[in-house]
């Protein structure tokens, strides 16, 4: 079932689909979802390594590919890092 969710949701291979809730009052889907490696963090900006700053705000939610009338958002964590160039930013 979650191989479906993944060809559905369009996660690429670096994405782990961990568990999906499905609302149907609310006609929303969220897809909890990590990276495959999870200890290299990359700047959000440029995609440089760069070492860990915090846990940021927590979980984060980004709008995903909607299924019809169907919003889909992704949640993950959210770790800050600590770029060279860019300062904190999101990883
Ligand atoms: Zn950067």
């Known amino acids: ?8 949701l369009g996660l690429c291979d670096r994405t782990v689909l961990e568990r999906v809730e499905v609302d149907g009052n ?3 889907v969220v897809a909890h979802v990590r990276p495959k490696r ?9 995609g440089r ?3 860990g700053y915090d846990a940021g705000d927590g979980r984060r939610r980004w709008r995903g590919l909607d299924l ?4 889909v958002w992704l949640e993950a964590d959210a770790p800050r890092v600590a770029c060279r160039e860019h300062g904190v930013v999101v990883a």
Do not use: F
């Open 49 to 51: 390594l760069a070492p």
């Open 26 to 28: 609310a006609e929303t």
């Open 68 to 71: 019809g009338t169907v919003r």
């Open 38 to 46: 999870p200890k290299k963090r990359r700047c959000g900006r440029c």
């Open 1 to 8: 079932v979650l191989r479906i969710w993944r060809m559905l």
